[in-house]
């Protein structure tokens, strides 16, 4: 019942309009977690079956809240409005791979890194042409045109086939509209772990990582610290490896 009682009133409050700064007093006093997530980004933070929100991020987020000694309450929201919503107080941290940009570290604070993604060239198993990312000059790449992977592929001299994402891209590769993918590698990894016997491979990765990680409200050290205090004990421990392989079959911090 307490626990109901403390919910309820975080959502009201939350309802109500701004509540006090997110730093790590007021989230002690408040004994909750405000978490700012999407809701529909599979494997990330999605609906399961039963309708019950799960996904990586959202486990991250709750072993965060139990080392913090509170409770996690995920406030769900659109990815464009999601940093925007951190800047007017509706939560007090976003755990949606958020990328960790010059930008963004101007005007909010960053725990370190929790997860890293690379672009992976992915083509149809059998495809004896394509080794690199320098085969595909000449090639038909699938992508979304105004993504960084079609400007890669673009880049490398590729003819871009358009689609409106991952899924897409895939499929045309498996049909054979399209020789080659650059994708996430995290995606990808999503995909052979859903559908293990699909026959296409990734057959290289960039080197640069792209990394993301939990973004907290701007001037907030002692948050960050003891956000970053956790993630360690969640790597020490086992928590993360077994998170990791749950959603991608795979260590996704480095």
Known sequence: MKRLALLAAVALATLAGPAMAGSLQDIQSAKALRIGTEGTYAPFTYHDASGALVGFDVEIGREVAKRLGVEPVFVEGKWDGLIAGLAADRYDAVINQVGITEER????????????????????????????????????????????????????????VGTDGFDQSIQLVLTGRADATINDNLSFLDFRKQKPDAPVEAVASQDEAAASGIIVQRNNPDLVAAINKALAEIKADGTYERISQTYFGADVSR
């Open 105 to 160: 570290k101007a005007r909010f604070d960053f725990s370190d890194p929790y997860i890293v993604s690379r672009a992976v060239l992915i083509v149809k198993q059998g495809n004896e042409d394509i080794k690199n990312f320098a085969d595909l000059k000449g090639k038909r790449a699938a992508q979304s045109l105004t993504s960084n992977y079609g400007r890669i592929a673009e880049g490398a001299g590729a003819t871009l």
